[in-house]
């Protein structure tokens, strides 16, 4: 389509369906989400468990639960290569975004274990919201946004509870700007596909 008949509506139509496209992808591959956000849970959730109820000194060890999420992620990684197709530009915008978390996230780490963990959850559950925030607009989809600004909430509301309670604050954190709408949107297009299967 040359550039005098491609009109506003046609424009507008065309972001449209690359929005659409990027979705069914993000929702093909929110596995690598699901993994690394349950990952978290159990870290979560598991650190608090051994640091609180069974007073266990070495209760960092269940992050090294990161290792499994690293390696799922890198076998599905692997497999789903070789049968990549053309991605649109909002796709790769969600991939640089995605993969500038992963990179922030490794770095947090490197600086938390020099200057104390006990103020990384606070600004963990920051990039939690940020990265299902900006997911959130770029595929106009409401479910992140609102588990972003709920994130947000907590993060602030992290910084101000003990170390402790921080634990369970990320896990709920990660619950809702993750898990539950990283499983509404695949749920929305495993519908959509059974629909289109049935009517074929």
């Not at 599905?76 to 796709?91: E, M, N, S």
């Not at 995605?98 to 490197?110: L, P, Y």
């Not at 006990?118 to 479910?143: A, E, N």
Request: net charge positive; proline share 3%; with cysteine.
């Amino acid at each position: 389509m040359d550039n005098d008949s491609f009109s506003p509506a046609d424009s507008l139509q065309l972001i449209r369906s690359m929005i659409e496209k990027t979705r069914q992808e993000f929702s093909d591959n929110s596995i690598y989400f699901l993994v690394w956000g349950w990952g978290a849970i159990i870290g979560c959730i598991g650190q608090f468990i051994l640091k609180v109820v069974y007073q266990y000194p070495y209760h960092y060890r269940i992050w090294f639960i990161t290792f499994i999420c690293l390696a799922i992620t890198i076998g599905l990684g692997i497999r789903r290569k070789q049968q990549q197709k053309v991605k649109t530009y909002v796709g790769e915008s969600m991939g640089y975004l995605w993969n500038g978390m992963g990179i922030s996230f490794f770095t947090a780490s490197i600086i938390f274990m020099e200057i104390g963990w006990q103020y990384c959850f606070p600004f963990f559950i920051l990039f939690y919201g940020l990265g299902t925030f900006v997911s959130g607009k770029i595929l106009q989809y409401k479910p992140f946004v609102y588990g972003g600004l709920v994130a947000f909430s907590l993060a602030i509301a992290a910084a101000w509870s003990p170390y402790d309670y921080q634990m369970l604050i990320a896990a709920l954190a990660l619950l809702v700007s993750y898990i539950i709408p990283g499983h509404m949107l695949q749920n929305r297009y495993r519908k959509t596909n059974r629909i289109k299967n049935s009517n074929t």
